[in-house]
């Protein structure tokens, strides 16, 4: 699985992005899907995570309102939307899969296959 990321760029504060990740390869289906973001200085850190089918998500307490994840299978594409971004959300924000067990995964370690990463830079 290859997984490319875009859609980041620069906001003001209060505004919204969209993030996409479109995944190469037959079996996308069968994997779960992982958001995570890396600020300068800070370690990765997981956002939001949907299963295979679409069907289940869980978010990281503090986007929970604000980012929501989802899939579109045909389309082999997951996306984060993210709307009220504060300036602390600025990071350089990656997709991340690894194979559907049924479980919603946080930890980074865990996650086989990485995009290469997008920009999102917040402005107060």
């Known amino acids: 699985v290859q997984l490319q990321a875009c859609g980041g760029g620069l906001v003001q504060a209060g505004g919204s992005l969209r993030l996409s990740c479109a995944a190469s390869?037959?079996?996308?289906?069968?994997?779960?899907m992982g958001w995570f973001r890396q600020a300068p200085g800070k370690e990765r850190e997981f956002l939001a995570v949907?299963?295979?089918?679409?069907?289940?998500?869980y978010y990281e307490d503090s986007v929970k309102g604000r980012f929501t994840i989802s899939r579109d299978i045909a389309k082999n594409t997951v996306y984060l939307q993210m709307n009220s971004l504060k300036p602390e959300d600025t990071a350089v924000y990656y997709c991340a899969a690894r194979w559907g067990d049924g479980r919603l995964v946080v930890a980074d370690t865990e996650y086989v296959y990485w995009g290469q990463g997008t920009q999102v830079t917040v402005s107060s």
């Open positions: 949907v299963n295979w089918s679409g069907g289940r998500i």
């Open positions: 390869g037959r079996t996308f289906s069968r994997y779960s």
